[in-house]
């Protein structure tokens, strides 16, 4: 067999392909990546608009506990000090988040320390007996009846149409529960957004790579495969396998972005409605995550939305049936010779950044060795 031209086709230039594109490419690989979308960056794309970077494909945050990935983006990027800190509203009111002391003071006003808070919960909590069974049972007994329906019940069934005695409580263990004042959204070590955005990062990790952009590999398959001795894919699971064994399910979402003639508008950088009565779930006014300078600011509304053919893949579905097909599915991608299948389509995840960046760096680690 000949040589092929290229050691590694990549297919998608978002953070795994990028990720993996640096780690080969340094290693003195010949690496091309082919992106459809007619940027780089994926879904942490940022667009500069009125000198404020707005994040494309949703609010992006950085935040981790992995030193090694923390020290890789760093190379990338110059990260600032935010910390995500985002204000819940229902009904005019304005409740801090993540469930903090802050949050418990403003409920019950007779809270002042963390063991009135504490009174408060386990009361409230003891309605559930034994193992949560679902995401309503598990969400009472980490904060009570009160937050679950001010702050959970409402953003939940908008986020993924779906009762929350629906689904699974893995989705709510996510967000932290604290006994202190402090509104920090996240436990990690490291926080920050790239200063000059996401996208600018992305295009330094993939410096002296090339990148063939509005170029779908499904367009010719045959070719792009007979480019490199591997290919290493981070398009959607079962379009790779041409949906033979039906289709996996997505949440998608709806962004739209309005201008204001104001310098400040909300005041923080994101705002969640955690009730019906407003239909987005998320407002995001950019500029506060890099403190941009601009008499005007850019505001972005996130629709929840059903997937349907053309939209965007967001969030995957991780109820029984959807994880039964995936687990099909990826034991087809296991018997795929010379290709492998990354980040958060390709392995049907609900991934955050810095998993997907460790996740490149495994899959490049099991082949060096
Ligand atoms: P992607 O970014 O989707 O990259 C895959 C790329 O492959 C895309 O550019 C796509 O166009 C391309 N592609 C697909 N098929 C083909 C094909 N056939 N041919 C060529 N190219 C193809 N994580 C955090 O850590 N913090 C956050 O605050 C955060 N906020 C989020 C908010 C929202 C609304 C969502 C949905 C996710 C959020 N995430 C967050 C998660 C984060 O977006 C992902 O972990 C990360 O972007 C995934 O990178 P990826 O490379 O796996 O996928
Ligand atoms: N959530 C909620 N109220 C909020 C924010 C989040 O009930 O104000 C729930 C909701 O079910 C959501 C989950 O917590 O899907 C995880 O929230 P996170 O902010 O981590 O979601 P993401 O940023 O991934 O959309």
């Known amino acids: 067999m000949l040589p092929q031209k290229y050691d590694y086709l ?40 009125e000198g404020i970077n707005v994040h494309k494909y949703g609010a992006h945050i950085f935040h981790t506990d992995y030193k090694d990935v923390w020290d890789f983006v760093n190379r990338f990027a110059d990260f600032n000090r935010y910390t995500n800190s985002p204000i819940a509203l229902n009904h005019g009111k304005v ?16 809270v002042i320390t963390p063991k009135d808070a504490e009174n408060h919960i386990n009361a409230e909590r003891q309605e559930i ?23 959970i019940k409402d953003y939940t069934e908008k986020q993924w149409h779906r009762s929350c005695k629906e689904l699974p409580s893995s989705i709510i263990t996510r967000l932290p529960v604290r006994l202190t004042y402090d ?16 996208t600018k990062m992305v295009e330094n990790m993939l410096t002296g790579v090339e990148v063939r952009l509005s170029t779908d590999f499904f367009s010719n398959i045959e070719h792009y495969k007979s480019l490199a001795n591997k290919i290493v894919y981070t398009g959607a699971l079962d379009e790779y396998f041409n949906y033979k064994l039906g289709k ?34 998320r407002s995001i006014e950019h500029k506060h995550f890099e403190d941009a300078k601009s008499d005007k600011t850019i505001i972005t509304y996130e629709y929840p939305a059903d997937y349907e053919e053309g939209m965007e893949k967001y969030y995957t579905i991780n109820d029984k049936k959807n994880e039964r097909l995936a687990k099909e599915y990826k034991l087809l991608a296991q018997k795929e010779k010379n290709v492998i299948f990354g980040g958060r389509l390709a392995e049907y995840k609900y991934y955050d950044m810095d998993d997907v960046i460790k996740s490149a760096f495994e899959a490049y680690k099991r082949e060096s060795k």
Do not use: C
């Not at 069974?133 to 329906?149: C, D, P």
């Not at 509104?183 to 996401?198: A, E, L, T």
């Open 10 to 49: 990549i297919v998608g230039a978002g953070l795994f392909g990028a990720t993996f594109a640096n780690l080969a490419k340094n290693d003195g690989k010949k690496v091309l990546v082919v992106e459809k979308r007619d940027h780089i960056a994926g879904n942490i794309y940022t667009e500069n608009q």
């Open 95 to 110: 409740y801090n988040m993540p469930f903090n002391m802050n949050t418990f003071a403003k409920i019950w006003p007779d």
């Open 129 to 151: 007996k034994g193992t949560p069974k679902n995401l309503e049972e598990q969400a009472i007994s980490l904060v009570g009846r009160t937050i679950y329906e001010l702050l």
């Open 183 to 198: 509104n920090n959204y996240f436990n990690d070590r490291y926080q920050g957004i790239p200063i000059g955005g996401y």
């Open 248 to 281: 996996l399910e997505w949440r998608s979402l709806k962004f739209e972005d309005k201008v204001f003639e104001e310098e400040n508008h909300q005041g923080v950088a994101v705002v969640n409605y955690t009730s019906h009565e407003v239909p987005y779930t």
